[in-house]
């Protein structure tokens, strides 16, 4: 089984910057997939980006330029830089980790951009 934890949204002003914490734990494959989807009210959850265990990155147009995501594969963690923020980026944040045919999300955390 696998858990993961996810930390560091809340309120911040409009061109304001956070950064989210995703820590997994439990049966982690070596290769692997982490990355983050969000799911503001009444839409869809949509992918905001994802990393894999060799570094390679995916962004969502809406976030290209702004948000960077990186991991620690030794403490199994990524993170998401997000800077310029907008009040269309406030939504409920969910850590995903793909292995094999295995898919797990984090309980989400709360990201509101508004003066």
């Known amino acids: 089984q696998v858990q993961l934890v996810e930390s560091g949204g809340g309120l911040v002003q409009p061109g304001g910057s956070l950064r989210l914490s995703c820590a997994a734990s439990?049966?982690?494959?070596?290769?692997?997939?982490m990355g983050w989807y969000r799911q503001a009210p009444g839409k869809q959850r949509e992918l905001v980006a994802h990393?894999?265990?060799?570094?390679?990155?995916t962004y969502s147009d809406s976030v290209k330029g702004r948000f960077t995501i990186s991991r620690d594969n030794a403490k199994n963690t990524i993170y998401l830089q997000m800077n310029s923020l907008k009040p269309e980026d406030t939504a409920v944040y969910y850590c995903?980790?793909?292995?094999?045919?295995?898919?797990?999300w984090g309980q989400g955390t709360q990201v509101t951009v508004s003066s």
């Open positions: 995903n980790l793909l292995q094999w045919r295995w898919d797990y």
């Open positions: 439990g049966s982690i494959f070596s290769s692997n997939v």
């Open positions: 990393i894999s265990s060799g570094g390679t990155t």
